[in-house]
């Protein structure tokens, strides 16, 4: 049996709340060249993205800097969460549960919500453009997530691509790949179903979960499934011991997960993956191309660059205040990140991290607002993962931060490794409460 959120989307099914926010959301339709929302005298902070990065500084501006006028805008007609997913790829949870409207929490906050594609970033003219036109800003910041990379595994093959986009969706990122991934799962009858994780990705012990999720699913309708994780590190992670010991005791004939299984090659057409670990043939795959900054990044010149001048994939910004170089005013937070710090590299990839990020940002503009000196603030993460669903025993992370001697973030990671039906209800009052921070329900 599935759970639905007790909120004001209780009764309504999904195309109904599209319909509906998008209604409200009343996108401007306007030539390109034309300004989307007139200057109001107010200074103006405008958010790229309505995840859980953009939302959530959307509504903590409004709330610290009450005298800015905060605009966000986003393509997407409705919030969708890619937290609890996994669960929803099995009917854990409901589609209500997952999506969310972006008019109640703009109305409620008193934000403008703009649902448009974001075309350009010109930092020199400090001015968004949107296919509806542009926007001028006094603070930016951009929360728009990742991108899917194929071009590491297929150069310009834009037939590979493409293919491998279609056929092998992996529903990383809030889109209509979730339903596709969905039907794909519900509909396999039986084989080897390869899964790819290329790190830094988009919520490390998410693919781990997944896998135990669709194993659960295989076992309960006796479908004869071989699940094969090829991960490029050289074990499980996060979480090592209690995954390990969830593909051992609750999956053993379906789960195998192959370390040091580093992509040589993708052959969609004739499904094989090869890799340091050997070559493997697939019936089916979700294959997890790497992952980098959204493209507005690449957009806005944020990009990093390693020591030898290659980009790295991530947005470049300061680690502590998550500002762009020389540009105190822009900044790039959630799962766009690049690495923060010598000791752990990027912060995880999670929407957690994002809400946090959000928050900080909030303040630092709130207090550049005021002409005031910006302090650091030290963020925390968490996460859930359901291992079984009957009965539903999850398993967790803690990652706490602190600044070092040398000035540096120093993480320490708790991993809680006894999977347990405890764990699992903290993950829907944890998602509860996240809901309530930037989504207004
Ligand atoms: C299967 C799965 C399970 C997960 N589980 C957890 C979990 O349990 N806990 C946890 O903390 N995290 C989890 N995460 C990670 C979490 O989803 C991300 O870390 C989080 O969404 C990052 O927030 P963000 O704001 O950076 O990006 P997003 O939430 O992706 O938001 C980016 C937004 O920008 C918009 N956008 C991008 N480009 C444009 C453009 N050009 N024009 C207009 N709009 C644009 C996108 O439409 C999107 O809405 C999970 C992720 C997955 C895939």
């Known amino acids: ?8 989307l209780r009764t309504g099914a999904v195309a109904a709340i599209t319909a509906a926010a998008s209604l409200n959301a ?8 034309s300004e989307l929302i007139p200057r109001s005298g107010k200074r103006r902070v405008v958010i790229l993205g309505g995840g859980w990065g953009g939302m959530t500084t959307a509504r903590y501006v409004r709330e610290t800097a009450p005298d800015l006028e905060v605009v966000m805008i986003e393509r997407n007609p409705v919030f969708w969460s890619c937290p609890l997913s996994n669960k929803w790829l099995i009917d854990v949870v409901d589609t209500n549960f997952l999506v969310h409207s972006y008019m109640a929490p703009a109305r409620r906050y008193g934000y403008t919500y703009v649902q448009a594609e974001i075309t350009d970033i010109d930092r020199g003219k400090r001015r968004v453009h949107t296919a509806q036109g542009h926007l001028d800003y006094d603070w930016l910041v951009i929360a728009a997530g990742i991108r899917y990379a194929f071009e590491p595994w297929f150069g310009n093959d834009r037939k590979a691509i493409e293919y491998t986009r279609t056929q092998y969706a992996t529903a990383y990122i809030p889109s209509a790949e979730h339903a596709l991934v969905k039907q794909k799962i519900h509909n396999f009858k039986g084989g080897t179903f390869v899964m790819t994780l290329p790190p830094p990705h988009r919520c490390p012990p998410s693919p781990y979960e997944r896998a135990c999720l669709m194993a659960w699913l295989y076992q309960q309708r006796k479908t004869n499934a071989k699940i094969i994780i090829l991960d490029p590190k050289p074990m499980i992670a996060p979480i090592t011991a209690s995954y390990a010991q969830a593909f051992r005791e609750l999956y053993p004939n379906t789960i195998t997960h192959v370390p040091k299984a580093v992509i040589k090659e993708v052959d969609p057409f004739n499904k094989v993956v090869k890799t340091a670990a050997g070559d493997f043939k697939f019936d089916d795959a979700l294959l997890m191309s790497p992952h980098q900054a959204a493209d507005l990044v690449w957009k806005a010149d944020l990009i990093g660059k390693t020591p ?9 910004v300061h680690p502590l205040y998550y500002n762009a170089p020389n540009d105190p005013q822009v900044f790039v937070i959630g799962d766009a990140m690049g690495a923060v710090s010598p000791q752990f590299g990027h912060y995880p990839k999670a929407g957690h991290v994002a809400n946090r990020q959000g928050r900080s940002v909030a303040q630092f503009i709130a207090l550049q607002a005021k002409g005031q000196e910006l302090k650091p603030i030290i963020i925390d993460n968490l996460c859930y993962m359901l291992v079984n669903n009957s009965p539903r025993e999850a398993i967790a992370v803690q990652f706490d931060y602190k600044i070092g001697p040398e000035g540096h973030l120093i993480q ?3 991993d809680d490794n006894e999977r347990r039906e405890e764990l699992w209800k903290e993950d829907l009052r944890w998602v509860g409460i996240m809901y309530k921070d930037f989504a207004a329900g």
Do not use: F, H, N, Y
């Open 1 to 8: 049996m599935s759970i639905t959120r007790r909120t004001v």
């Open 26 to 33: 009343q996108p401007l339709i306007m030539k390109s060249s």
């Open 308 to 316: 030898e001048g290659r980009p790295t994939g991530w947005a470049g």
């Open 412 to 414: 320490t990671q708790i």
